[in-house]
């Protein structure tokens, strides 16, 4: 794939300790990029435990290394230093990318010199994988597929998905790259969206889909909900960046904080008399409450699993996701208020 021509895209993949998905991306790269069309691959080690400069040969891509773990936000940067393309095309390790994702990029690209970004759907079910996974990818199928308005292929969009998404190299230099002082894979494609959408034109495309291994374990979800909050909340009252209609909007806030209500409440239901009774009335009132502000959801999952059991484990996950969603942000705020005086001395 790296010809002496200089290459029309480059793709640029950060690679920590994944390396046995990082072989099904170099893989699914390999069979889909086009022949007549001049891609470059390069992979970014940030300081991986198991060297893939073998693996990266194999497949014909760049490899460079940190020797030391800088972040996925800085090690992207040095991907997009090094690449050669006038497109980059960024992929997590932890993706696959399907048939036709090349072409869209380029086809769009070409006939639209308006559009600056391109973001992909991630596959919203695969009845390969557990439930924890099926979750991930049907609670986000469900936020994005919301830009969409009935048979629109194309949604004009206020960020990035940067687990895939394409942007002119000219547009990612003007805006600085990512923010280097975010040092996981939490609010940096955030902000990078935010910094981009003020100037440029953003798309989200319903398909090709790109396959995603979200985590199935319970406690890796609960603790990224936690720190993605305990990192956005400081950073909304740093920049007030719009909110989004859907996955960062208030109805979504209210809607945690209600469920992190209900062991209050219910706790209350101790107290004698009329207190405790009306303390019941009221956690029975907040759960129906979370049930009506869930059902769409809940809809989605039986739509796309087609299983009971599946829409129940949603809504369980869904429910007790609120707890460190809420604490997350209570923690980003008391960091944001005594971190704040020692900024401005």
């Avoid at 029309?8 to 086009?34: A, E, K």
């Avoid at 869930?294 to 599946?310: P, V, Y």
Wanted: aromatic fraction near 14%; glycine fraction near 6%; proline fraction near 5%.
């Amino acid at each position: 794939m790296n010809g002496e021509v200089s290459p029309t895209l480059s793709v640029i993949i950060p690679v920590r300790d994944q390396l046995c998905f990082l072989t099904r991306l170099l893989d699914s790269l390999q069979n889909t990029v086009p022949r007549d069309v001049s891609v470059e691959i390069l992979v970014i080690d940030d300081g991986s435990r198991e060297r893939a400069e073998e693996l990266c040969e194999r497949y014909g891509a760049r490899y460079f290394r940190n020797e030391e773990s800088i972040g996925p936000a800085a090690s992207r940067n040095v991907g997009a230093a090094h690449a050669r393309g006038v497109i980059l095309l960024f992929f997590d390790a932890d993706v696959e990318c399907p048939e036709g994702l090349i072409e869209k990029v380029l086809e769009e690209m070409t006939a639209h010199p308006d559009i600056h970004a391109i973001s992909f759907l991630s596959v919203p079910y695969s009845a390969q994988d557990g439930f924890m996974k099926n979750f991930g990818a049907v609670l986000e199928y469900f936020w994005f597929h919301q830009y969409f308005r009935e048979g629109e292929e194309v949604a004009v969009v206020q960020g990035v998905t940067t687990r895939n998404f394409a942007v002119r190299r000219d547009v990612f230099e003007a805006v600085g790259g990512f923010d280097t002082r975010f040092k996981t894979n939490a609010i940096e494609d955030y902000d990078l969206g935010k910094r981009l959408a003020a100037q440029y034109k953003l798309v989200l495309m319903r398909e090709p889909n790109v396959y995603h291994n979200f985590p199935d374990s319970f406690l890796r979800v609960m603790r990224n909900y936690f720190v993605r909050a305990a990192l956005w909340v400081p950073y909304y009252l740093q920049y007030r960046p719009r909110l989004d209609p859907v996955q960062v909007s208030a109805d979504e806030a209210r809607l945690r904080v209600v469920v992190c209500s209900v062991p209050v409440v219910v706790c209350c239901g101790a107290l004698p008399g009329l207190w405790g009774w009306t303390a019941w009335g009221l956690a029975l009132f907040l759960i129906l409450l979370y049930g009506i502000g869930i059902r769409k959801f809940l809809r989605t999952a039986w739509h796309l699993g087609h299983s009971l059991r599946f829409v129940v484990f949603c809504a369980v996950i869904h429910f007790l996701s609120a707890f460190p969603i809420v604490a997350g942000g209570c923690w980003g705020l008391l960091w944001y208020f005594w971190d704040k005086p020692i900024r401005t001395m």
